[in-house]
């Protein structure tokens, strides 16, 4: 069982650059795969990317490829997404989910654990 809270939204211009944290609870948050989803009012929980529990594999949707990072501190219980380049259409509330087996996955089913969200806006 682990409890996640990520922090670091807030209002940023087009082009500019946050970095979202998911801070875990549990001791074993080390062995868990993690991922980032987000989500806009009337529209579907859209994968954004994962990572594995030893931060040596990682997915991005293609909607952020090449802008959006994600890696991991185990030591310190947390994952990050750095989110470079931002447009508005990343505006939305963007969740960390975590996982207690295999590598990750994409598919907001797969994730039993989830943060209560943090807003990111882009202005144009």
């Known amino acids: 069982q682990v409890q996640l809270v990520e922090s670091g939204g807030g209002l940023v211009q087009a082009g500019g650059s946050l970095r979202l944290s998911c801070a875990a609870s549990g001791r074993t948050f080390s062995l868990y795969a993690a991922g980032w989803f987000r989500q806009v009012p009337g529209k579907e929980r859209e994968f954004i990317s994962a990572?594995?529990?030893?931060?040596?594999?990682?997915y991005f949707a293609e909607s952020v490829k090449g802008r959006f990072t994600i890696s991991r501190d185990n030591a310190k219980n947390t994952v990050y997404l750095q989110m470079n380049s931002l447009k508005s259409e990343d505006t939305a509330v963007y969740y960390c989910a975590a996982r207690s087996w295999g590598t990750a996955g994409t598919l907001q089913y797969e994730y039993p654990y989830w943060g209560q969200g943090t807003q990111v806006t882009v202005s144009s």
């Open positions: 990572i594995s529990w030893s931060g040596d594999r990682t």
